[in-house]
C-alpha cells in the first residue's frame, strides 16, 4: 500500500516529467480500478475453494511488477497498463486476506478487521513521506524502484500463511457455487451494505487524480502534497483499531452510514475552501470518519452474507468498490479541468449523498440493541433503536 499511495501523491511529478495532460491522469488512477474490479469479480471467488493462499503469493507478485513498470516508464500508455497491473495485485489480495480473519474471527470481527485496515493504513501513512525523500533524493523513479523491491521481498513472510481449508481445492466445484454471484445480489441486505462500500471508494477515486493537483494549484510543493496524506491518514491509523471495536459494540451497520454520512460535507466543502491549511486541517476529521466507515463496511458486508461465502462477498465489494472509484476517477478529473475545483468536489459529495439515502430506503440502519454486543448483559425490554 505505500506502492499505491506513492503512485496517488507523485502524479502531479509524472505530469510535470513527461509533459501528460491533466485530463489524462484519470485514465492512470482510473486503471487500477478497473483492474482490480476484474480481478474481483473474476478471482476472488477460488478464495472460497482452496486457492486463498495462491492469490497472495499471485497478488504480491503482480504489485512488485507494477511498481517497477512505474520506475521504467516513460510514456502515458505504460503508466497506466503498470497502474492496471498494481490494481490487480490489490484485488487479488485483499478478499483471500479479509476471509481468514472472516473465518478465524468469534464475537470480534470488527476490531479484527480494524487491525487489518491498520496495517493497509500503515503504507498510506509512511509510503507518502518516504517516496517524497527518495523523489528529492533521486528523481520520481527512484520511490517506484525501492518499494517494487520491498513488496517483492516481502512476499518471503507469506510462508506459513494458512487461508485454505484443508482439502477444499479438491471439492467438486457445485452448480451453487458457480451461480454465488448471483445469489448475493438477490440479498437486499447485501446490496445496502455494498452501496456504503460504492460511496467510500468513489470518494477515493475522486482523491487519486484531483488531490496532488488541486493542493499544487494552492501552492503545495510535492513534500506537502506527500504529508498532506499522511495527515490525512495517521488519525485513522492511530483510531482503527477503536474504529473497528465501535462497529463490534454499535453495529456496523450503524457505525458505517453514519460515519460515511459525516464525510459527505467535507467533501463538498474542499473546492470552496481555497486556503491550503484549511484544507489539510480538514482531512483529520476526514480521516477519523473513514477510519470508522472501513471495518464498518467490511463487518456490514459479512454479516449479509452466508460465512460459506465470505470471500465472495468481499470481492463483489471490493469490485462494487473499484467500479466506482474507477467512475470517480475518470469522471473527477474532466471534471476538474471544465469546471474547477468547487464543482467537481461539489458533484462527488451530491453523488455520495444519492447513494447513502439509497442505501438507507433498502436497509434502514439501527444501533445494535445491547443483547447483541460482545461482553453485554441485555437489559429488559431493550430493542434495537432506528436512525432518525
Same mark, same amino acid.
Given at each position: 500500500?505505500?506502492?499505491?499511495?506513492?503512485?496517488?501523491?507523485?502524479?502531479?511529478?509524472?505530469?510535470?516529467?513527461?509533459?501528460?495532460?491533466?485530463?489524462?491522469?484519470?485514465?492512470?488512477?482510473?486503471?487500477?480500478?478497473?483492474?482490480?474490479?476484474?480481478?474481483?469479480?473474476?478471482?476472488?471467488?477460488?478464495?472460497?475453494?482452496?486457492?486463498?493462499?495462491?492469490?497472495?503469493?499471485?497478488?504480491?507478485?503482480?504489485?512488485?511488477?507494477?511498481?517497477?513498470?512505474?520506475?521504467?516508464?516513460?510514456?502515458?500508455?505504460?503508466?497506466?497498463?503498470?497502474?492496471?497491473?498494481?490494481?490487480?495485485?490489490?484485488?487479488?489480495?485483499?478478499?483471500?486476506?479479509?476471509?481468514?480473519?472472516?473465518?478465524?474471527?468469534?464475537?470480534?470481527?470488527?476490531?479484527?478487521?480494524?487491525?487489518?485496515?491498520?496495517?493497509?493504513?500503515?503504507?498510506?501513512?509512511?509510503?507518502?513521506?518516504?517516496?517524497?525523500?527518495?523523489?528529492?533524493?533521486?528523481?520520481?523513479?527512484?520511490?517506484?524502484?525501492?518499494?517494487?523491491?520491498?513488496?517483492?521481498?516481502?512476499?518471503?513472510?507469506?510462508?506459513?500463511?494458512?487461508?485454505?481449508?484443508?482439502?477444499?481445492?479438491?471439492?467438486?466445484?457445485?452448480?451453487?457455487?458457480?451461480?454465488?454471484?448471483?445469489?448475493?445480489?438477490?440479498?437486499?441486505?447485501?446490496?445496502?451494505?455494498?452501496?456504503?462500500?460504492?460511496?467510500?471508494?468513489?470518494?477515493?477515486?475522486?482523491?487519486?487524480?484531483?488531490?496532488?493537483?488541486?493542493?499544487?494549484?494552492?501552492?503545495?510543493?510535492?513534500?506537502?502534497?506527500?504529508?498532506?496524506?499522511?495527515?490525512?491518514?495517521?488519525?485513522?491509523?492511530?483510531?482503527?483499531?477503536?474504529?473497528?471495536?465501535?462497529?463490534?459494540?454499535?453495529?456496523?451497520?450503524?457505525?458505517?452510514?453514519?460515519?460515511?454520512?459525516?464525510?459527505?460535507?467535507?467533501?463538498?466543502?474542499?473546492?470552496?475552501?481555497?486556503?491550503?491549511?484549511?484544507?489539510?486541517?480538514?482531512?483529520?476529521?476526514?480521516?477519523?470518519?473513514?477510519?470508522?466507515?472501513?471495518?464498518?463496511?467490511?463487518?456490514?458486508?459479512?454479516?449479509?452474507?452466508?460465512?460459506?461465502? %465470505? !470471500? @465472495?462477498?468481499?470481492?463483489?465489494?471490493? &469490485?462494487?468498490? #473499484? *467500479?466506482?472509484?474507477?467512475?470517480?476517477?475518470?469522471? +473527477? /478529473?474532466?471534471?476538474?479541468?471544465?469546471?474547477?475545483?468547487?464543482?467537481?468536489?461539489?458533484? %462527488? !459529495? @451530491?453523488?455520495?449523498?444519492?447513494?447513502? &439515502?439509497?442505501? #438507507? *430506503?433498502?436497509?434502514?440502519?439501527?444501533?445494535?440493541? +445491547? /443483547?447483541?454486543?460482545?461482553?453485554?448483559?441485555?437489559?429488559?425490554?431493550?430493542?434495537?433503536?432506528?436512525?432518525?
Amino acid at each position: 500500500m505505500a506502492g499505491v499511495s506513492s503512485v496517488f501523491v507523485l502524479l502531479a511529478e509524472l505530469e510535470e516529467r513527461y509533459h501528460l495532460s491533466p485530463g489524462n491522469l484519470g485514465w492512470i488512477a482510473g486503471a487500477a480500478f478497473a483492474a482490480a474490479l476484474v480481478t474481483q469479480l473474476g478471482l476472488a471467488r477460488y478464495a472460497d475453494r482452496g486457492y486463498g493462499l495462491l492469490l497472495l503469493r499471485t497478488g504480491v507478485a503482480a504489485a512488485a511488477i507494477g511498481l517497477l513498470w512505474f520506475a521504467a516508464g516513460t510514456e502515458l500508455w505504460q503508466f497506466v497498463a503498470a497502474r492496471a497491473v498494481l490494481g490487480a495485485a490489490v484485488g487479488m489480495i485483499i478478499p483471500a486476506a479479509r476471509r481468514a480473519i472472516v473465518l478465524s474471527s468469534v464475537g470480534d470481527l470488527g476490531e479484527r478487521l480494524g487491525v487489518f485496515y491498520a496495517a493497509y493504513l500503515a503504507g498510506f501513512v509512511f509510503g507518502p513521506p518516504v517516496a517524497g525523500a527518495l523523489t528529492v533524493i533521486a528523481d520520481v523513479r527512484f520511490p517506484f524502484l525501492v518499494l517494487g523491491i520491498a513488496v517483492a521481498v516481502s512476499g518471503l513472510t507469506l510462508r506459513g500463511v494458512v487461508v485454505d481449508d484443508p482439502g477444499r481445492r479438491s471439492m467438486p466445484v457445485s452448480p451453487v457455487d458457480r451461480r454465488v454471484l448471483r445469489r448475493l445480489v438477490r440479498s437486499r441486505r447485501l446490496i445496502a451494505a455494498l452501496l456504503v462500500v460504492i460511496s467510500f471508494r468513489y470518494s477515493v477515486g475522486v482523491f487519486e487524480p484531483l488531490w496532488a493537483t488541486y493542493l499544487d494549484d494552492l501552492g503545495a510543493s510535492t513534500m506537502v502534497v506527500t504529508i498532506s496524506l499522511t495527515v490525512f491518514a495517521l488519525p485513522m491509523l492511530l483510531i482503527a483499531r477503536w474504529a473497528g471495536r465501535l462497529s463490534d459494540t454499535y453495529g456496523p451497520r450503524w457505525t458505517s452510514v453514519l460515519a460515511a454520512a459525516g464525510t459527505v460535507p467535507l467533501m463538498g466543502a474542499y473546492g470552496y475552501v481555497g486556503a491550503l491549511p484549511v484544507v489539510l486541517a480538514m482531512t483529520i476529521p476526514h480521516g477519523i470518519l473513514e477510519a470508522v466507515e472501513s471495518p464498518g463496511t467490511q463487518a456490514a458486508v459479512a454479516d449479509a452474507a452466508p460465512q460459506q461465502d %465470505a !470471500a @465472495a462477498a468481499q470481492g463483489l465489494a471490493e &469490485a462494487a468498490g #473499484s *467500479a466506482a472509484a474507477a467512475v470517480g476517477a475518470f469522471t +473527477a /478529473a474532466p471534471l476538474f479541468a471544465a469546471l474547477g475545483a468547487g464543482p467537481a468536489w461539489l458533484i %462527488a !459529495a @451530491a453523488t455520495m449523498a444519492v447513494l447513502l &439515502a439509497t442505501s #438507507s *430506503a433498502l436497509d434502514r440502519p439501527r444501533r445494535l440493541a +445491547a /443483547a447483541r454486543r460482545p461482553g453485554t448483559e441485555p437489559d429488559a425490554g431493550e430493542t434495537a433503536v432506528t436512525l432518525p
